[in-house]
């Protein structure tokens, strides 16, 4: 009936717009279970559970591996350059101008000559080591082996000293300490009256140094250059040593310098002479990802059968759906949304877990051997008697990003399932 004239039109009391958009209401609504599919709404609960569970485990291995990654090279790089300059011979021809050259460069930020034989220590026992003369002044520029020392420091490798430093273990391999005499043998004969005699000279021990590494620890000797060329009978330095700006640029760097320093030379990078170590670490980090992803995708097949019980159980429903107008399209995208939602919330809850543990697993690992007596790296047996966790961004992005692809194509079956459904058939027994 109108309105009298001059009133206003009494207002429709219609129901208020139906929300938009259609498929992701019934997708949030069917993820709401009522009492009759408590069963699956417990499979939903477990489907989260398990792609939260193997998110987690996914970040935390990938950050230890980063971590053993991280300390070994720091490890490593505390003892050699990121890349050498050496000659053809036992001594490089003109190394002051390769020494130029090589300041020269932008990217490198510092140079050392050095000077490396092969020796054998005798303190109360033998034992063969690399002996690396090195200049005290310049070394802090290339590697900082001194903040590793032990006992005594590098200022002590004066010229004329003979004063030597000992890898850590290598001492106690010796059976010497600071204070101690060793006497360094070159198998380089030398010719006297007698016949050929090998170099022998005798050295005061004034440091140890201890970098976490056996090749270094039980392996290096340090003197001072000029002691090491006297000793070698040499002319000159072996090689010049390189500090970059950038480690990882190092193989660029050292393309650059070979052109402008001509055949007369050559130059290794830290990568070539540590290749098989890392390509080793980097390869057992692919494959315990790849072993990781696995169990998501196990979890996420979870998610796929929790997609199908729904699909049955929600036939009639469906049905009723299609009678209205609903499209196939539709009915893919309400089911859909719910696992997606799943996935999300899993990766949600997997990623911020995961972070926290990794951030937080070396204090963990400490508490636990504090409170159970244990210790999960003997220092008798491994060199990082720590574990170590270093969380890098690119790794958890990665690891969200496949695990949510697996839950996307883990929707797509049940949900085009759903969309096949058949009004007539689904109603018929209902």
């Not at 290339?142 to 420091?153: A, K, T, W």
């Not at 080793?280 to 790849?290: D, L, R, T």
């Not at 990082?384 to 496949?402: C, M, Y």
Request: charged share 15%; aromatic share 8%.
């Amino acid at each position: 009936m109108p309105a009298p004239s001059g009133e206003p039109p009494i207002e429709s009391t219609s129901d208020p717009p139906m929300f938009r958009p259609l498929e992701l209401f019934i997708g949030l609504r069917y993820t709401r279970a009522k009492r009759r599919n408590q069963f699956i709404s417990f499979i939903s609960a477990v489907s989260i559970v398990c792609i939260t569970v193997s998110v987690i485990a996914l970040i935390a291995v990938m950050s230890v591996m980063n971590g053993f990654s991280y300390q070994m090279k720091t490890r490593i790089l505390g003892a050699i350059s990121h890349a050498t300059i050496s000659g053809i011979g036992q001594s490089m021809e003109d190394w002051p101008r390769a020494l130029d050259i090589a300041q020269a460069n932008p990217h490198v930020l510092g140079a050392a000559p050095y000077v490396e034989i092969n020796a054998l220590l005798q303190g109360r026992t033998a034992a063969p080591a690399l002996a690396r003369g090195i200049d005290p002044a310049l070394e802090p520029k290339v590697v900082d082996l001194g903040q590793h020392m032990v006992r005594g420091s590098l200022d002590k490798l004066t010229p004329g000293s003979w004063n030597i430093v000992l890898g850590q273990d290598l001492a106690t391999q010796l059976g010497v300490g600071v204070g101690d005499q060793v006497t360094m043998l070159v198998p380089e004969l030398r010719a006297t009256p007698f016949g050929g005699v090998p170099r022998l000279r005798g050295f005061h021990v004034v440091g140890t140094f201890s970098v976490g590494m056996e090749q270094f620890d039980s392996g290096l000797v340090l003197i001072n250059i000029q002691d090491a060329e006297k000793l070698g009978s040499l002319s000159g330095p072996s090689g010049i040593r390189l500090k970059l700006d950038d480690l990882f640029n190092a193989r660029p760097v050292a393309h650059e310098l070979a052109d402008k320093l001509g055949q007369i030379y050559q130059i290794r990078t830290w990568e070539q002479d540590n290749a098989n170590l890392f390509s080793a670490i980097s390869m057992e980090k692919k494959v315990m990802g790849i072993i990781l992803s696995l169990i998501v995708l196990v979890a996420v097949i979870n998610l796929v059968s929790m997609l199908m019980m729904l699909v049955t159980d929600k036939q009639a429903d469906i049905a009723i759906l299609r009678t209205l107008g609903a499209t196939p399209r539709s009915v893919m995208g309400m089911f859909m949304v719910q696992g997606l939602l799943i996935g999300l919330v899993g990766i949600g809850f997997g990623v911020s877990l995961g972070s926290l543990l990794s951030w937080k697993l070396p204090a963990i690992v400490k508490w636990i051997e504090h409170v159970f007596h244990v210790q999960f790296l003997s220092p008798d047996v491994y060199y990082i008697t720590e574990v170590p966790s270093r969380l890098e961004w690119a790794d958890v992005g990665w690891v969200a990003v496949v695990t949510f692809a697996f839950s996307l194509f883990a929707t797509l079956y049940p949900a085009w399932r759903a969309s096949r459904t058949q009004p007539a058939q689904a109603l018929r027994y209902e």
